[in-house]
């Protein structure tokens, strides 16, 4: 009988950190990753999640509690993001069909590097990110991935807020009936976001369990559905070529101040759609889809909690979660497309201001829009949060002095970026170049590269050598995607917006 690894004999804590050697694990049954339950250590993440009478714990000295149903919910909310509201731009710069190739391609590929992950995970033992990166590297690949996951999280928070602060004070100018915006207080979205911010999104984000939110979640996706059927059936409202009449609606709107009337230069000739585009707009849109689909930082504490945890199963949830954001990204990109076509811009609902600003049902979307990002904003700052803890604190006993503090440090930091930035589509096209093909390709690779033993996979078989091949594949996008980028920046063409 095949001797079990030495890396099976742990004890784990949700947030990463685990004790080697301390207590002999049985050798678990084929494809059952339960194993016998040390006691109980008081140590940061105690409570996490709770262990039920009577039954043996799973892979940790914790029971989940969070459904199937559930899982999906919190993870489709952690890839689906305001990155939605860009990909009729993306599809835009792109054409239909490779749109369709480019995001078919980054969903399977996001697929395929949680598996690695789930795979590396089952090997150790170990359901944090920034763990497997320290037993891959040690200290420096444990830095890099929390490195990483802050980066990424961080932009895509601010992202977030971002959308409340631009859409906001339209919504509140739209209910009061306003054709100018005012100085009001209410009207600023600076304001505006800060007051989100401590109100709603961080009484959330100071809960302990993720799972918690997992009926915020799928709140938050019902609003984005409503989304998609708006886009959908405004596609059949909006004529192409604009009527005359959208001219003195846009030209009399504050909100389209600055920017010609669609009429004057939206002929007949633009309402015919484009299958194959290049140029130089098309190398955002590669960051744009990557980031669409980073969920990687959230998949282990999803995986810590679930009931009844086994690889097979967490997966059927991260490609049923894929599934589902890969119908309504393409969706919401085809018809929102359709409807605007060249003339979409970065950010979708700004182009249907342009149209009419007073428009009942694009009220509503704002309104679903918002709370959609408010509510995704916490699920996005848990694994944040643990990154700094294992950065900062990897051996400390919880405290809900530092898990507060840490919380509204966070915050804070985001807000100021939002308030200060002012153009975000640049900080979001190196965020997404860089991190974002590091969490989804390049780690996972380069960790299941390291972690899975030779005894069990050599060096030379196909599945390390596919893994290498992803972790090329992620690195070649980078680099291929920040050097357009700069030559974006450098050329000046750079169109301002921001999207997640």
Same mark, same amino acid.
């Given at each position: 009988?095949?001797?079990?690894?030495?890396?099976?004999?742990?004890?784990?804590?949700?947030?990463?950190?685990?004790?080697?050697?301390?207590?002999?694990?049985?050798?678990?049954?084929?494809?059952?990753?339960?194993?016998?339950?040390?006691?109980?250590?008081?140590?940061?993440?105690?409570?996490?999640?709770?262990?039920?009478?009577?039954?043996?714990?799973?892979?940790?000295?914790?029971?989940?509690?969070?459904?199937?149903?559930?899982?999906?919910?919190?993870?489709?909310?952690?890839?689906?993001?305001?990155?939605?509201?860009?990909?009729?731009?993306?599809?835009?710069?792109?054409?239909?069909?490779?749109?369709?190739?480019?995001?078919?391609?980054?969903?399977?590929?996001?697929?395929?590097?949680?598996?690695?992950?789930?795979?590396?995970?089952?090997?150790?033992?170990?359901?944090?990110?920034?763990?497997?990166?320290?037993?891959?590297?040690?200290?420096?690949?444990?830095?890099?991935?929390?490195?990483?996951?802050?980066?990424?999280?961080?932009?895509?928070?601010?992202?977030?807020?971002?959308?409340?602060?631009?859409?906001?004070?339209?919504?509140?100018?739209?209910?009061?009936?306003?054709?100018?915006?005012?100085?009001?207080?209410?009207?600023?979205?600076?304001?505006?976001?800060?007051?989100?911010?401590?109100?709603?999104?961080?009484?959330?984000?100071?809960?302990?369990?993720?799972?918690?939110?997992?009926?915020?979640?799928?709140?938050? %996706?019902?609003?984005? =559905?409503?989304? @998609?059927? /708006? +886009?959908?059936?405004?596609?059949?409202? #909006?004529?192409? $070529?604009?009527?005359?009449?959208?001219?003195?609606?846009?030209?009399?709107?504050?909100?389209?101040?600055?920017?010609?009337?669609?009429?004057?230069?939206?002929?007949?000739?633009?309402?015919?759609?484009?299958?194959?585009?290049?140029?130089?707009?098309?190398?955002?849109?590669?960051?744009?889809?990557?980031?669409?689909?980073?969920?990687?930082?959230?998949?282990?504490?999803?995986?810590?909690?679930?009931?009844?945890?086994?690889?097979?199963?967490?997966?059927?949830?991260?490609?049923?979660?894929?599934?589902?954001?890969?119908?309504?990204?393409?969706?919401?990109?085809?018809?929102?497309?359709?409807?605007?076509?060249?003339?979409?811009?970065?950010?979708?609902?700004?182009?249907?201001?342009?149209?009419?600003?007073?428009?009942?049902?694009? %009220?509503?979307?704002? =309104?679903?829009? @918002?709370? /959609? +990002?408010?509510?995704?904003?916490?699920? #996005?700052?848990? $694994?944040?949060?643990?990154?700094?803890?294992?950065?900062?604190?990897?051996?400390?006993?919880?405290?809900?002095?530092?898990?507060?503090?840490?919380?509204?440090?966070?915050?804070?930091?985001?807000?100021?970026?939002?308030?200060?930035?002012?153009?975000?589509?640049?900080?979001?096209?190196?965020?997404?170049?860089?991190?974002?093909?590091?969490?989804?390709?390049?780690?996972?690779?380069?960790?299941?590269?390291?972690?899975?033993?030779?005894?069990?996979?050599?060096?030379?078989?196909?599945?390390?050598?596919?893994?290498?091949?992803?972790?090329?594949?992620?690195?070649?996008?980078?680099?291929?995607?920040?050097?357009?980028?700069?030559?974006?920046?450098?050329?000046?063409?750079?169109?301002?917006?921001?999207?997640?």
């Amino acid at each position: 009988m095949e001797a079990p690894l030495r890396t099976e004999m742990l004890e784990l804590v949700p947030n990463g950190k685990h004790s080697e050697g301390l207590h002999p694990a049985g050798t678990p049954a084929a494809g059952n990753e339960r194993v016998p339950g040390p006691r109980r250590s008081h140590v940061e993440g105690e409570g996490f999640l709770q262990q039920s009478p009577g039954k043996e714990p799973h892979f940790t000295d914790f029971e989940g509690k969070t459904s199937f149903g559930m899982s999906v919910f919190n993870l489709s909310n952690a890839i689906m993001g305001s990155g939605i509201l860009g990909l009729a731009f993306a599809m835009a710069n792109t054409g239909i069909v490779l749109f369709l190739f480019l995001l078919t391609a980054v969903a399977l590929l996001s697929s395929y590097s949680i598996h690695l992950l789930l795979k590396s995970s089952g090997v150790v033992g170990i359901r944090a990110y920034e763990q497997l990166g320290y037993r891959a590297f040690g200290t420096p690949g444990k830095l890099a991935a929390a490195l990483a996951i802050t980066l990424q999280n961080i932009g895509a928070m601010s992202s977030y807020l971002y959308i409340i602060k631009s859409e906001l004070p339209l919504v509140i100018q739209t209910f009061l009936n306003l054709e100018e915006k005012t100085s009001d207080w209410y009207m600023n979205g600076n304001y505006l976001v800060i007051l989100v911010s401590v109100t709603i999104i961080l009484p959330l984000a100071l809960m302990r369990q993720l799972g918690y939110l997992g009926y915020s979640s799928g709140f938050s %996706l019902t609003c984005m =559905v409503f989304f @998609l059927v /708006a +886009v959908i059936y405004k596609k059949f409202q #909006v004529p192409c $070529p604009l009527l005359s009449n959208s001219a003195n609606i846009t030209s009399n709107s504050s909100l389209g101040e600055g920017t010609p009337p669609l009429v004057e230069t939206f002929s007949s000739d633009s309402c015919t759609p484009n299958y194959f585009t290049l140029n130089i707009q098309t190398a955002y849109t590669i960051p744009i889809m990557a980031f669409a689909f980073v969920c990687h930082p959230e998949v282990l504490p999803i995986y810590t909690e679930l009931k009844d945890p086994s690889k097979r199963k967490m997966q059927h949830i991260s490609n049923l979660s894929i599934a589902v954001m890969y119908v309504m990204y393409f969706l919401a990109a085809l018809f929102g497309y359709l409807t605007f076509y060249d003339r979409v811009e970065s950010e979708l609902l700004h182009t249907y201001s342009q149209v009419d600003p007073f428009d009942v049902l694009i %009220l509503c979307v704002r =309104v679903a829009v @918002l709370t /959609a +990002v408010t509510l995704t904003v916490p699920i #996005v700052l848990f $694994p944040v949060r643990r990154a700094i803890q294992q950065m900062l604190f990897p051996n400390r006993e919880f405290s809900w002095l530092r898990h507060v503090v840490i919380a509204v440090g966070l915050l804070t930091c985001i807000n100021l970026l939002v308030i200060f930035a002012p153009n975000i589509l640049g900080i979001f096209g190196i965020i997404g170049a860089t991190s974002a093909p590091c969490l989804i390709f390049i780690f996972p690779a380069i960790f299941y590269f390291r972690i899975v033993p030779t005894e069990k996979e050599p060096a030379k078989s196909t599945p390390k050598i596919l893994a290498l091949c992803f972790a090329v594949l992620g690195f070649s996008l980078m680099t291929m995607s920040l050097s357009f980028i700069i030559i974006d920046w450098v050329s000046g063409t750079s169109r301002q917006g921001g999207s997640h």
